[in-house]
C-alpha cells in the first residue's frame, strides 16, 4: 500500500515563500496538492504526472511550482508570492489504485 507524507508548512507574511514535500512509499503515478481553507471545499492546486506533465489551478499559475523528484519518491510544491487567502491545510494525493491522502499541512499567509 502506498503512503504520503507531506512537510514543510508554517507561516508567513504576504509575498513570503514556502516549499512543501510529499514523501511517496513509491513512484509510477500522479500526484498532486490540495488545499482546504475553513468552511471551503477541498480544491486542486497543482498535479504532476509519472512523466512529469503539470496542471495548476488558475488562482495560483504563475506563482506556484510543482515538481518531483523521482529518485526519491518526492513530488514538491514551490510556492511563492504568498497571499493571505492561500492560507489553508495543504494535502498531498497520490492517485494510486485508489486515493492515497497525506495527514496535511497547515499553510499561513498572514501580516
Known amino acids: 500500500q502506498v503512503q504520503v507524507v507531506e512537510s514543510g508548512g508554517g507561516s508567513v507574511q504576504p509575498g513570503g515563500s514556502l516549499r512543501l514535500s510529499c514523501a511517496a512509499s513509491s513512484s509510477g503515478f500522479t500526484m498532486g496538492w490540495y488545499r482546504q481553507a475553513p468552511g471551503k471545499q477541498r480544491e486542486l492546486v497543482a498535479s504532476?504526472?509519472?512523466?512529469?506533465?503539470?496542471n495548476y489551478a488558475d488562482s495560483v499559475k504563475g506563482r506556484f511550482t510543482i515538481s518531483r523528484d523521482n529518485a526519491k519518491n518526492t513530488v514538491y510544491l514551490q510556492m511563492n508570492s504568498l497571499k493571505p487567502e492561500d492560507t489553508a491545510v495543504y494535502y498531498c494525493?497520490?492517485?494510486?489504485?485508489?486515493?492515497?491522502w497525506g495527514q496535511g499541512t497547515q499553510v499561513t499567509v498572514s501580516s
Open positions: 504532476i504526472t509519472s512523466r512529469g506533465s503539470t
Open positions: 494525493k497520490a492517485a494510486w489504485v485508489y486515493d492515497v
